[in-house]
């Protein structure tokens, strides 16, 4: 994929990494521009600290627009979608109308209004599209990805993932209540936020057949959106649990695979992969705690750049609208108490 001009609409915490990660892995005479709706995130170390007296457009070599229309119709490449979730939608549809690759920040979009449109323009125009579901790029994730597609595990019995985190402390720069994340007209809620397990278990395992969601506003600060849920993804022969919330001061990211002739466990505390394999009776346990966050955009960044085409853009509008549908069902589910079948895929 030749890309001779970058566009990044959105320079928040998640768009100066994709920033970063871009400037550091394309040859130097790519142009990089930026459209930012309020630009009140200053520019940021790569430990989300304020990087002090430091200018975004002098660090990066940024030509600005206040103007996104203005921003598109400059001639980029690809445009780099950071802004709020809500806001996604028109930005690909700008771009997509105007031939322009995209790449995204997860999730998509916020709702699957819009969406069978855009992927007609997409699949039309045979342009790049690309989800930031940066943790299929983790080794022991992809491992895992490569066991269930070989069988190694047999028949799935039961798995569940847990994701807790605490919203407060993301972004120790701006009151987390005006974070898009704990925003509804901003595209907010854990569900989205933390869409990450989602893509995995549909990535994993397919998409399911039936979604049981219980949840809603849990903690003591009041907010529009839900911030801790529990949810149950029915398949065929076996259901998978997904918990997730980001009012938790205690952090944990994990997952567990149980299988007839296997087991895999994941922890993100120490990186810690557990294989036990039950056919040769053999274990397995790896860690890897200086593992960085950092290392799984770095990963992906670098298979964009260097290996990615419009050919996989169909895998990747496929896995925006799988998560999305789980997300819509489980916010009926919330409504209903009911169980939701699934039809939309």
């Not at 993932?161 to 720069?173: C, L």
């Amino acid at each position: 994929m030749k890309i001779n001009k970058v566009l990044f609409v959105g320079l928040g915490g998640a768009g100066q990494r994709h920033l970063r990660m871009f400037k550091a892995h394309l040859p130097g005479g790519v142009a990089f521009t930026a459209y930012r709706a309020t630009g009140q995130t200053p520019a940021l170390n790569n430990d989300f600290t304020v990087a002090e007296g430091v200018s975004l457009a002098d660090e990066y070599g940024l030509s600005l627009f206040d103007n996104l229309d203005a921003a598109l119709d400059d001639g980029p490449d690809l445009v780099v979608i950071s802004n709020p979730t809500a806001l996604h939608l028109g930005v690909m549809q700008k771009a997509a109308a105007r031939g322009i690759g995209i790449f995204v920040e997860k999730p998509a979009t916020h709702t699957l209004d819009g969406l069978d449109e855009l992927e007609a323009l997409v699949r039309e125009k045979d342009l790049p599209f690309f989800v930031s579901f940066q943790r299929r790029f983790h080794p022991h994730l992809h491992r895992i990805k490569e066991m269930m597609e070989t069988g190694a595990l047999g028949k799935t019995l039961n798995a569940g993932f847990s994701v807790a985190s605490y919203v407060p402390a993301w972004h120790p720069y701006e009151d987390f209540r005006q974070l898009y994340a704990c925003r509804k007209d901003l595209g907010g809620g854990v569900l989205l936020t933390e869409i990450h397990e989602i893509d995995l278990c549909c990535w994993y395992f397919g998409p399911p057949q039936t979604v049981a969601c219980t949840g809603g506003n849990y903690s003591d600060v009041a907010m529009d959106v839900e911030d801790t849920v529990h949810l149950t993804l029915g398949y065929t022969e076996f259901s998978v649990r997904i918990d997730l919330c980001f009012m938790q001061r205690h952090n944990q990211r994990r997952l567990f695979i149980a299988g007839t002739d296997g087991y895999v466990e994941w922890d993100q505390d120490g990186n810690r992969l557990l294989v036990e394999d039950y056919k040769s009776g053999q274990n397995e346990s790896l860690e890897d705690p200086c593992f960085a966050n950092d290392d799984m955009f770095t990963a992906q960044t670098r298979y964009f750049v260097d290996e990615f085409e419009p050919q996989g853009s169909g895998d990747y509008l496929d896995a925006a609208r799988q998560s999305l549908v789980v997300v819509e069902a489980a916010r009926q589910s919330m409504v209903s108490g009911t169980a939701v079948p699934l039809y939309k895929f």
